[in-house]
């Protein structure tokens, strides 16, 4: 009820896990540790905005961007990929087979139809002891069922209005196996090391209405206290091949 009566307010008290940067600097700080000069990078889906701009890598890292869109790698700012690759996460590319060191993704994996084999795919990218940093949307979550309810073209229209969103950035979501339950079976057994990391911080979506910041407040409380991993609305995976 408080976490209600607080979001309701103008100025709300926010729980610590929405603390400044907390949403997206753990997943800059996972793929900083592990990304070395002279190492090959592959960044999947991340098209126009590379997850890592030029002078943020070390020296000497080969950046490759992999994407279903030619369009959207040669919209992306000059020098921002040493190499392209136009192909969907789920068809194999052989050239990328045990090629690369660290693999990256972000907010990308809910719109794969076949995460299952994308992720066996990445798997197969990677050198022994490569890592695999991703971010995703949870399938389960309040924001996912409504997007999977709603006519893609209404959901570009509503996220242009609420959120600013340009209509080219919006692709359409499927969350396949995006659940902690359905991660945890593709990456268990396969994966010599992983790590899924819920997180529980969707108040952003509803800066349009307070009343329904306010009840959306209380849902979160209930499934982050209650650690209902499930209904999170995104993950943070951190796994080695």
Request: hydrophobic fraction near 40%; glycine fraction near 8%.
């Amino acid at each position: 009820m408080r976490a209600v009566l607080n979001a309701y307010a103008r100025e709300p008290e926010l729980p610590p896990r929405y603390d400044a940067g907390a949403w997206y600097a753990p997943f800059r700080s996972a793929i900083t540790a592990r990304i070395a000069p002279g190492n090959s990078v592959l960044d999947i889906g991340a098209g126009r905005k590379p997850t890592l701009l030029p002078e943020e890598r070390p020296a000497d890292v080969h950046y490759v961007g992999l994407d279903t869109s030619a369009v959207e790698l040669a919209s992306a700012p000059s020098g921002s990929y040493d190499e392209l690759v136009i192909a969907p996460a789920e068809r194999r590319v052989a050239e990328c087979e045990d090629r690369f060191d660290l693999a990256i993704s972000f907010m990308v994996f809910e719109h794969v139809e076949r995460l299952d084999v994308a992720l066996a795919n990445i798997h197969s990218y990677l050198r022994p002891g490569g890592r695999l940093v991703a971010q995703l949307a949870g399938g389960l979550s309040p924001f996912a069922i409504a997007s999977r309810a709603i006519p893609h073209r209404l959901t570009r229209s509503i996220l242009g209005r609420i959120q600013g969103r340009a209509p080219e950035s919006v692709f359409p979501a499927h969350y396949d196996h995006c659940s902690h339950t359905g991660l945890t079976r593709l990456l268990d057994g396969v994966w010599s090391d992983w790590r899924i990391e819920p997180l529980f911080v969707g108040y952003g979506y509803l800066n349009f209405s307070r009343i329904m910041r306010a009840l959306y407040m209380g849902y979160e409380e209930w499934a982050y206290i209650g650690d209902r991993k499930n209904l999170a609305v995104h993950y943070r995976i951190v796994a080695e091949a």
